[in-house]
């Protein structure tokens, strides 16, 4: 059976977030959510009334910065702790600012076990004016599907034995996406299975 693994910070990405799903083909799975910052308790009543069975879990850890190495470390150890939540079987990983496509789900279990789609790095757009999909070690985006060494977790199809079984180095400089999905073989990406990438000033496409 189907997981979805869902840490959230955010709250004000929630509806849309919580619509693209809805929208979706993903089946009406169990949620690990993962509320990792203050204000967030909303994200499991509207994952709950849109049908899906929901595992709540509070670390009870407050807003994390904003630069995002500064981050690299509380990421670090929210992904040991997720680590130790998810159970065997396929396993569905999502992000709170993504908005995923409408068929996602029939898209990434087609390249399984280990997929991604496109999402479009925030960072590189805002402060270098590229767009720039979060596929290690591309560059630019392509076409078709093929295989990539590492993606970020904004819709990554894996299985909980590899998410759990993935080591992840203390002393790592490398963000905890690249360096868990590294481990994940063979990965594929479909060009085709495209995600939104929300900021405060709109969505990010490629």
């Not at 993962?34 to 499991?44: F, L, M, R, S």
């Not at 509070?58 to 159970?87: F, G, K």
């Amino acid at each position: 059976m189907l997981t979805i693994l869902l840490p959230v910070i955010k709250d004000w990405t929630r509806k849309a977030v919580v619509e693209a799903i809805v929208a979706s083909d993903i089946p009406r799975c169990p949620v690990i959510l993962v509320i990792d910052a203050p204000g967030c308790a909303q994200w499991e009543i509207d994952l709950y009334d849109a049908g899906f069975r929901v595992r709540t879990y509070l670390t009870m850890n407050p807003y994390p910065p904003e630069d995002r190495i500064e981050r690299r470390p509380r990421a670090r150890a929210i992904a040991r702790y997720m680590q130790t939540l998810v159970p065997d079987g396929p396993l569905l990983c999502l992000e709170d600012d993504i908005l995923v496509p409408p068929d996602i789900y029939s898209r990434l279990s087609a390249l399984g076990p280990h997929a991604t789609g496109v999402q479009i790095g925030r960072h590189e757009t805002i402060q270098r004016g590229i767009k720039r999909p979060v596929l290690y070690p591309m560059q630019e985006m392509g076409e078709g599907i093929a295989e990539v060494e590492g993606c970020g977790f904004g819709c990554l199809l894996t299985t909980g034995e590899a998410y759990s079984g993935a080591f992840l180095d203390e002393t790592s400089p490398w963000a905890v996406s690249r360096e868990l999905t590294w481990q994940l073989r063979p990965l594929r990406v479909d060009f085709g299975c495209v995600c939104g990438h929300l900021t405060k000033d709109g969505v990010i496409l490629p």
